[in-house]
């Protein structure tokens, strides 16, 4: 379906998961529509982070369908698939930052991958981000085994949002930052603007 036609960005449809004997995702549906924010709470290993990386394609599923924009990610082509992932963001829960890159060049990794502009640019861009997560710009040239935690989490949040996506997958957004104690686990989903005001 085109996505004039559909208000749903992410459509998945009757997908199950298991790894070996363990199902961990069956036969489950949702839809997120422009402008909405989903969250998902559960306990450790109920299978958010799997739900997540199953979307985003890095958990292969038995059976389902997954429509983002509009688009079926499993008939897709990989010009089709890269023009999707242009316009989402991912933070992974543990970060997931590259260990040999500095935080100005784990923030300016997605910029460099799908746009052309001028290093000024990147380095603005990056600056901005870095603030906007709450962070000093003269973090920008440690590596990050010289982060913390929870500045390891703002980072990975100031890559996600590098290209001001669409839509963001966040996963565990709030655990390990020191001033917010988050009383449940919770994942989101949600078009960024819905965040970001
Ligand atoms: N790559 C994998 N191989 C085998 N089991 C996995 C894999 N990824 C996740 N699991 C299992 O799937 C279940 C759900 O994990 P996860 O989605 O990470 O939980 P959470 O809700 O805490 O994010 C857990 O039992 C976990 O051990
Ligand atoms: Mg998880």
Known sequence: MAEEDNDAIIRVRDITVQF????????????VKRGEILGFVGPSGAGKSVL???IIGLVPKVSGSIEVFGV??????????RAVERRWGILFQQGALFSSLTVRQNIQFPAREYLRVSQRLLDEIMVAKLVMVGLKPEVADRYPSELSGGMIKRVAL????????????LDEPTSGLDPIAPAISTNWCAPCSALWG
Request: glycine share 6%; charged share 30%; hydrophobic share 40%.
């Open 20 to 31: 070996g004997e363990t199902r961990v995702l069956d036969g489950l549906n949702l839809d």
């Open 52 to 54: 997540t990386r199953t």
């Open 72 to 81: 079926d990610l499993d008939a897709a082509s990989s010009s089709q698939r």
């Open 158 to 169: 100031a890559r996600a949002l590098a290209l001001d996506p669409e839509l963001v997958f």
